[in-house]
């Protein structure tokens, strides 16, 4: 799946991939077969918009903080940034940890060059929430899902897949700082993890966690069995 997702990257981007774009997307999308490997794993939560009430959101742990502005460096490697099962709390808490950077600061928050996607059950259309432009995020019906895409995962990939490549190429300028030292990478990068934070990483990796994703109410299709 993740060469199938470059590669469909590369066709819309003729440019070829530096290390660090190609490190920030094999890592985002690996995070996130680990954590959903069917691409249909859904948890129900409260819409940003008001009036849809409860929604199924779709368990995409980096869309949010896809852009290579949030990532970190381990090992003079960039990866992507994702967030933790508090995501999804309903209420913000201090001390809480909702990205693994800490560039997230409170559940549900969607950072420049990020997204985050639901389902409307009323209308049966995903509906997303984008900071793809401008200066403060923008909330979009991009309609029922079409089955003839796969999983959820790969629909919301074809509707978005441009912004995600524009939200990584921004890499070439800022994320340089992959082919520097670690401290080097830390000192240059405002959202980036602390080396505590890579430490503890190697010791206790908290995408290993994610099976404790929150399962609220429905979590749709929790394995590929189910499909």
Same mark, same amino acid.
């Not at 209308?123 to 899902?145: L, Y």
């Not at 509707?159 to 340089?176: C, D, F, K, L, P």
């Not at 401290?183 to 959202?191: E, L, N």
């Given at each position: 799946?993740?060469?199938?997702?470059?590669?469909?990257?590369?066709?819309?981007?003729?440019?070829?991939?530096?290390?660090?774009?190609?490190?920030?997307?094999?890592?985002?999308?690996?995070?996130?077969?680990?954590?959903?490997?069917?691409?249909?794993?859904?948890?129900?939560?409260?819409?940003?918009?008001?009036?849809?009430?409860?929604?199924?959101?779709?368990?995409?742990?980096?869309?949010?903080?896809?852009?290579?502005?949030?990532?970190?460096?381990?090992?003079?490697?960039?990866?992507?940034?994702?967030?933790?099962?508090?995501?999804?709390?309903?209420?913000?808490?201090?001390?809480?940890?909702?990205?693994?950077?800490?560039?997230?600061?409170?559940?549900?928050?969607?950072?420049?060059?990020?997204?985050?996607?639901?389902?409307?059950?009323?209308?049966?259309?995903?509906?997303?929430?984008?900071?793809?432009?401008?200066?403060?995020?923008?909330?979009?019906?991009?309609?029922?899902?079409?089955?003839?895409?796969?999983? +959820?995962?790969?629909?919301?990939?074809?509707?978005?897949?441009?912004?995600?490549?524009?939200?990584?190429?921004?890499?070439?300028?800022?994320?340089?700082?992959?082919?520097?030292?670690?401290?080097? $990478?830390?000192?240059?990068?405002?959202?980036?993890?602390?080396?505590?934070?890579?430490?503890?990483?190697?010791?206790?990796?908290? +995408?290993?966690?994610?099976?404790?994703?929150?399962?609220?109410? $429905?979590?749709?299709?929790?394995?590929?069995?189910?499909?």
């Amino acid at each position: 799946m993740v060469y199938e997702f470059l590669s469909e990257r590369l066709e819309n981007d003729s440019r070829p991939p530096a290390n660090h774009e190609w490190s920030l997307t094999a890592s985002h999308e690996m995070r996130e077969m680990l954590v959903d490997p069917c691409g249909d794993r859904q948890t129900t939560g409260d819409s940003p918009q008001p009036q849809q009430g409860r929604v199924s959101f779709l368990v995409e742990v980096c869309d949010p903080c896809e852009a290579a502005d949030f990532a970190y460096s381990v090992n003079s490697v960039l990866v992507s940034d994702f967030y933790t099962p508090n995501y999804f709390d309903p209420v913000t808490a201090s001390g809480v940890r909702y990205s693994y950077t800490g560039a997230i600061t409170k559940p549900g928050q969607v950072l420049r060059g990020g997204y985050l996607s639901w389902k409307d059950a009323t209308s049966g259309h995903w509906w997303q929430e984008t900071w793809f432009d401008g200066g403060q995020p923008t909330v979009r019906d991009i309609g029922p899902a079409n089955a003839r895409a796969g999983s +959820i995962r790969a629909f919301i990939d074809r509707m978005s897949g441009q912004y995600t490549i524009n939200a990584i190429a921004r890499g070439r300028v800022n994320a340089v700082r992959a082919g520097m030292t670690e401290t080097q $990478a830390q000192r240059s990068m405002g959202a980036n993890a602390t080396r505590s934070m890579i430490k503890s990483e190697k010791k206790n990796d908290p +995408i290993m966690k994610m099976a404790s994703f929150p399962r609220r109410g $429905a979590c749709i299709k929790a394995s590929c069995a189910a499909r």
